[in-house]
């Protein structure tokens, strides 16, 4: 058997031949050929490439430097027999590699829903009889049998067509049924513009059809989606790469530090095995105050509380970093069917009687315009005829949303301006249909209204035109001159320039019964028809579309629309949801374009019409070469590749396929673009939230660093200002509490007025990095001091070394409660308000200082060497905490008055 290298271009030449090319005829193969090709082809389903075990996925968030250094810390805290310590940072790293392995485990289900889009059996005919197969037997070559309803199992050339029309948005994104044709085409066409190919996954709306198979599993253009899928890889978001850097930083300097504290140690006291012994321990120290230990768990805490709120804003994370991924987006790619649009065809515009008629349905209500004016339905003459036209000419069920796509807003249109079509039809008893097909462009019905039968027509403008020889005007019908044929002709020019498709409508009264003009010849019936006007109609753009799309552009978010519709239609939707006014480029013009001509263009083209799967990697590709944090959002098949692809996937849960929404980070529930401005919002405070407790943790780690540090260069060697196990009752507890609060901290005001953050941004730069280092420098000084002061005779045991540790450790702890004031905002003073909007923080610090009681006034106290405080000590507590709000509240004036000076 021969085959072509390229199944695609099968749509290039002739049925006959192609049938030839795969050895077959129009009755199909035999039985024992299929069995030869299904042996060597494989069945008619997905292959799924090796994937990630569960196994795998929880080991391979291990990788982050954090939690190896985590690990580190947790096998030398076992070694020298720290097993309390040990124990809890080793319970931290499992909890945080669980939560995180489950969430990308559901991220491998991509092609599962690829599969499920298979249909069950397909109807074949194999030598030349009919027969019912499990699609997984289909192969190259077999005669498929189409019919309404019908979803195409394999991908397919038409070798005969009747009416036949295929609904392949999922896979192309064009909005209306695709009318099929066995005639050869010509050119190099994209999906959509193969008219005589059925694909795979595809459903037959109206009409029947035969086609031959020319591919099979993997090699029809959904297999070729599920392998893009598949070798897809899902990058690291920013807050990832940011963090992990944060954490070879952290690995780098703790070696540093703990090599400089040791070698003081044994030069200041000598080398001995018991100072050498004290000095790794105190080293070891020194590393567990360094490390965050509750980083990991926070930041995961705070993306998924962060998921909680966005439920309540229609949005679903598949994957935790997208929460703060979104706050980074710069450049949002949208798919226009089902996204920006409704996915359903709506009369948009009418001409009748002479007049031009703006519609917009706003639910079970229509709203009529003409020159920006409301007119009732009652102005408009000849609308009741036209509402019964396009109603009862018409196959279509809204009920049960089956038909043609146009047909459905037809009836829908009907509704709205209430002609029911099931009232209707109980008046008027359909007697003949002569169907539409492509020669004839139009489709007409009789129907009896009485005692009369009367004839609607529907079709192209220039054939029901010419089979009319009257217009219907202010209610009458009236001979129609050469002069109102044009006028009616340039009103269908102009509603196709603005990318609508148009309809006329026409009627006939036949007489009384006229039974014998019923039975007549469809030429006898369809002549001396009366007009009544033109409909047009477009997949309109949701509502709040272009409001959201306004907000994007204020906040610095690029919004391009990425389609496999018409470049007129695509182009014509952009511009009235606002889009910026770029370029419009087609799939065709993309094949001619290398990818370094790509990369330098894409910033300036606003809309990709006519686009292939492929086209939509190349392009997210093009823009994350060019530094852009992309946000794709989709709900075709078509998509899933660029979806799992871009730097977070967006995908629609109500209109939206399985395959999008598996390989998405985030699903709308309302399918509402106007959701995603929203969840960027909430992302940009996440952001901002995460920068702050990380801020707050790391300036904790700081303030306990230079403490112990300072204590070993300062005082008398064998001194330990703070144990390990106080260390890490701070970072994990009393650190770690607070931090979470401030995980919830309301957003700033202005937030979506701020340019998106750079992807090179760091995590600690500016006035954050500076409240920081600062805060940390305070709390270090000031936990010494504290020390100091309790114990001025450097005692190594005793009452005087207990008390002295119990006022370091409590003093620290104090210090950072009252940090946590100071990280809700870089500028804000607390002076300006805002101290008590975030309930949380109030009751962290209240729980935080009641832990804290408990060991010191506790049996606790035993395992953490404290021993009970007075009110005095508590005082002193107090009022040297006070000192970092101060000191932070003087940095924030200035920072607050340098701003000023550079805005000026």
């Excluded at 709120?309 to 710069?330: F, N, Q, W, Y």
């Excluded at 009748?352 to 703006?358: A, K, M, Q």
């Excluded at 980070?665 to 909430?682: C, G, Q, Y």
């Excluded at 729980?847 to 009681?853: G, H, R």
Aim: aromatic share 6%; proline share 3%.
């Amino acid at each position: 058997m021969r085959r072509r290298e390229a199944e695609g271009e099968y749509y290039s030449i002739d049925a006959e031949q192609v049938i030839k090319l795969l050895s077959s005829d129009r009755g199909g193969i035999k039985e024992s050929e299929a069995r030869k090709r299904l042996e060597k082809y494989g069945p008619n389903k997905l292959q799924k490439e090796g994937g990630r075990s569960k196994i795998s996925l929880f080991l391979s968030q291990f990788k982050n430097f954090l939690i190896v250094v985590l690990l580190a810390a947790t096998l030398v805290s076992f070694a020298i027999g720290e097993v309390i310590d040990a124990s809890v940072i080793l319970i931290i790293v499992i909890l945080n590699a669980v939560i995180g392995s489950v969430q990308e485990y559901r991220a491998e289900k991509s092609l599962e829903a690829l599969k499920r889009l298979s249909s069950p059996t397909a109807v074949v005919l194999r030598g030349g009889r009919e027969r019912r197969i499990p699609v997984e037997e289909v192969v190259p070559g077999d005669v498929i049998i189409l019919e309404a309803g019908d979803r195409v199992p394999a991908d397919a050339r038409v070798i005969e067509a009747v009416d036949l029309r295929v609904d392949e948005s999922a896979l192309t994104g064009e909005s209306t049924a695709v009318e099929k044709s066995e005639r050869k085409l010509h050119g190099n066409l994209t999906l959509g513009d193969r008219r005589n190919m059925v694909y795979s996954g595809t459903v037959v709306v109206y009409g029947r059809g035969k086609a031959v198979v020319v591919a099979t599993g993997m090699r029809t253009e959904i297999g070729k989606i599920a392998s893009l899928v598949q070798s897809t890889e899902v990058e690291e978001t920013p807050l990832q790469k940011r963090l992990a850097i944060v954490g070879r930083q952290l690995g780098t300097l703790i070696l540093v530090i703990c090599a400089v504290v040791f070698l003081v140690g044994v030069v200041k006291e000598g080398w001995n095995e018991e100072n050498v012994m004290f000095m790794f321990l105190s080293s070891v120290s020194l590393a567990v105050a360094v490390i965050p230990e509750g980083l990991p768990a926070v930041v995961t805490m705070c993306l998924s509380l962060g998921t909680q709120r966005m439920v309540k804003r229609h949005a679903i994370i598949r994957r935790l970093p997208a929460v703060e991924t979104l706050g980074s987006c710069d450049v949002i790619c949208s798919d226009k069917t089902g996204t920006f649009t409704k996915n359903e065809m709506s009369v948009r515009r009418l001409y009748i009687d002479g007049r031009n008629v703006e519609v917009r349905e706003e639910g079970d209500r229509a709203i009529l315009e003409e020159k920006g004016r409301e007119v009732g339905l009652s102005e408009i003459s000849g609308l009741d005829v036209l509402g019964r036209g396009v109603v009862l000419c018409n196959n279509a069920s809204l009920e049960e949303k089956r038909g043609d796509p146009t047909e459905l807003g037809l009836l829908s249109f009907g509704r709205i301006v209430g002609m029911k079509k099931g009232r209707l039809e109980s008046v008027y008893r359909r007697v003949r249909e002569v169907p539409f097909d492509s020669t004839r462009k139009r489709m007409s019905v009789v129907v009896s209204e009485g005692d009369k039968r009367v004839v609607y027509m529907k079709g192209a403008p220039e054939v029901v035109l010419e089979l009319c020889s009257r217009t219907l005007q202010r209610g009458k019908a009236v001979r129609i001159n050469r002069s109102e044929r044009e006028k009616i002709l340039e009103a269908g020019d102009g509603m196709a320039k603005k990318a609508l498709r148009v309809l006329a409508v026409a009627y006939r009264e036949l007489g009384e019964r006229g039974r014998n003009k019923v039975e007549q010849k469809k030429e006898e019936i369809e002549k001396d028809l009366v007009f009544v006007g033109l409909v047009g109609m477009m997949d309109p753009p949701r509502e709040g579309v272009k409001e959201a799309v306004r907000t994007c552009r204020t906040a610095g978010i690029d919004v391009k629309m990425i389609t496999g519709d018409h470049a007129i239609t695509a182009h014509a939707i952009a511009e009235e949801i606002g889009l910026p006014k770029g370029e419009t480029i087609t799939g065709v013009d993309l094949d001619k374009m290398s990818d370094e001509e790509l990369e330098k263009r894409v910033d300036g083209i606003s809309v990709f019409a006519r686009v292939n799967p492929e086209h939509k990697l190349r392009i997210v590709e093009a823009l994350k070469r060019r530094g852009h944090i992309v946000a794709m959002t989709g709900d075709g098949v078509n998509d899933a590749p660029a979806l799992k692809r871009a730097d977070i996937g967006v995908a629609m849960g109500k209109s939206g396929t399985e395959v999008a929404k598996e390989s998405s980070s985030m699903v709308l529930t309302d399918d509402n673009f106007s959701t995603i401005v929203a969840a960027v919002e909430e992302g940009r405070g996440i952001y901002d939230n995460i920068r702050k407790f990380i801020a707050y943790l790391m300036s904790s780690n700081l303030g306990e660093v230079l403490a112990i540090f300072l204590g070993i260069i300062l005082f008398p060697i064998k001194l330990t200002i703070l144990l390990p196990v106080q260390i890490l009752w701070v970072n994990l507890i009393t650190d770690g509490i607070p931090a979470l609060a401030l995980g919830v901290e309301p957003k700033e005001a202005g937030i979506m007025k701020r340019p998106p953050r750079s992807a090179r941004e760091k995590i600690f730069s500016g006035s954050m990095l500076r409240i920081m280092i600062l805060g940390g420098v305070i709390m270090g000084i000031g936990t010494l001091a504290a020390y100091y002061f309790y114990n001025p005779g450097f005692e190594n045991n005793g009452q005087a070394a207990l008390k002295a540790g119990t006022m370091a450790f409590t003093t620290l702890m104090v210090f950072e409660m009252a940090n946590t004031f100071n990280c809700k905002s870089e500028r804000r003073s607390l002076l300006s308000g805002g101290v008590l909007n975030n309930r949380w923080i109030i009751l962290s610090v209240v729980l935080s200082l009641f832990l804290q009681i408990l060991v010191i006034y506790t049996p606790l106290s035993t395992a953490f060497k404290t021993v009970p405080l007075n009110i005095l000590d508590w005082m002193f507590i107090l009022g040297m905490s006070l000192t970092v709000v101060v000191g932070i509240e003087i940095l924030k004036f200035f920072e607050r008055r340098r701003e000023k000076t550079t805005k000026n």
